[in-house]
Nanobody
Framework: QVQLVESGGGLVQAGGSLRLSCAAS????????MGWYRQAPGKQRELIAA???????NYALSVKGRFTISRDNANNTVYLQMNSLKPEDAATYYC?????????WGKGTLVTVSS
């Protein structure tokens, strides 16, 4: 089994920053892709950032230039630095990893952005 635990969510004013962390534990062998998704009330879950084992990154257009994803392979941890937050960034953020073709999800961390 693989467990993912997210942290770092909270309440921030528009224009502020937050850093999310997600630590993977359990049956970790070789994580292919680590990513962050978010889901706002009434909306579908969307991929916002991902990083491969080789360090290649991909971002949703809505966060490009404001968010930065990074990973610490030694500690099986992925981070999401979120700057210049907007009210529309408010959502529950979920960590996702892919290992040997299997996807694992965290329980989510709530980000609230006040205007």
């Amino acid at each position: 089994q693989v467990q993912l635990v997210e942290s770092g969510g909270g309440l921030v004013q528009a224009g502020g920053s937050l850093r999310l962390s997600c630590a993977a534990s359990g049956s970790i062998r070789s994580i292919d892709v680590m990513g962050w998704y978010r889901q706002a009330p009434g909306k579908q879950r969307e991929l916002i950032a991902a990083v491969t084992s080789g360090g290649n990154t991909n971002y949703a257009l809505s966060v490009k230039g404001r968010f930065t994803i990074s990973r610490d392979n030694a500690n099986n941890t992925v981070y999401l630095q979120m700057n210049s937050l907007k009210p529309e960034d408010a959502a529950t953020y979920y960590c996702n990893i892919a290992q040997y073709g299997v996807n694992y999800w965290g329980k989510g961390t709530l980000v609230t952005v006040s205007s």
